[in-house]
């Protein structure tokens, strides 16, 4: 049986035209991805030559946000099931929909390096050229990450032996109470630095602070607005944010259950070294 195929009312070039996805070069063109680009492209001209279109990728991450599509894999299904969409991100009819393992490896790279980094600093320090930023006031606050991690089992507590348990009550005398106290500064010594108290964070420097932040998922809890206490197991996002511009001048990523005061110093170190 014969199909006849009725020609299309619009071309593709007319189609696109007609798009609302606008927005996209709005806020994509002012970002500048080379130093993304020089940090996942081949390093040696050696070898077979690179498949991947990095500049769309990359794009196409910064619009998953702006779309809110959840994971990689949403976003892979909607590339290829969408023409349009695939177009919005800077692919090209002969680029094939890259696979989750090559988008997972190019964040990793990305990662490893500081370009996110030096491009957030580079806005940041031309906006205040610019005038769009005076830095007089600036507020701090955390929100929750949840990881998509799967939870932790939680660990039964063991019994502790009754010998144990038992404490001897009152003043220690002078030669144990002496013994206690080394003790007890050795182990404050050997903490990590976000176990200490905040004023050990005061002498460093930013990068060094920077180094020891727990990065691992965790248990966090906060209250709402409502007062009530809200537990998520995941990661906290802390930031320095201009009041006037609302531009986020600083930012850092921690395990959920650090304490929100001990993220304020190297907020700050961060804010003084990077735009001082």
């Not at 090209?92 to 929909?97: E, N, P, Q, R």
């Not at 020891?212 to 966090?220: A, D």
């Not at 395990?255 to 961060?270: F, T």
Request: aromatic share 8%.
């Amino acid at each position: 049986m014969f199909s006849i195929r009725q020609e299309s009312l619009f071309s593709l070039e007319e189609i696109l035209e007609m798009s609302p996805k606008k927005s996209y070069p709005l806020l994509l063109d002012p970002l500048d991805i080379n130093p993304l680009l020089k940090a996942v492209s081949k390093k040696a001209f050696l070898g077979a030559p690179t498949q991947l279109n990095y500049s769309a990728m990359i794009y196409s991450l910064f619009i998953r946000v702006i779309e809110r599509i959840p994971t990689i894999k949403d976003l892979r299904k909607r590339l290829k099931n969408s023409m349009e969409f695939r177009f919005d991100c800077g692919f090209t009819l002969a680029d094939s929909v890259h696979s989750e393992a090559s988008y997972s490896r190019m964040i990793q790279k990305i990662h490893a390096s500081s370009a996110l980094e030096q491009i957030q600093n580079d806005l940041v320090s031309q906006a205040f050229q610019e005038g769009f930023i005076d830095g007089n006031v600036v507020a701090i606050d955390a929100t929750h990450i949840e990881a998509r991690d799967r939870l932790p089992e939680k660990k039964k507590e063991e019994e502790v032996p009754a010998q144990q348990s038992t404490k001897k009550r009152g003043r220690k005398p002078k030669a144990e109470r002496e013994k206690w106290l080394r003790e007890q500064q050795e182990l404050e010594e050997n903490r990590p630095l976000f176990e200490k108290e905040i004023e050990a964070q005061l002498p460093l420097d930013f990068k060094t602070i920077e180094a020891q932040i727990p990065q691992l998922p965790h248990w966090g809890i906060e209250k709402n607005s409502e007062g009530k206490n809200v537990f998520w197991f995941g990661f906290k996002g802390h930031l320095l944010v201009d009041c006037k511009s609302q531009y986020i001048l600083s930012s850092l990523l921690s395990s959920g259950n650090v304490n929100d005061g001990k993220m304020a110093i190297p907020l700050l170190k961060a804010l003084s070294e990077f735009h001082p």
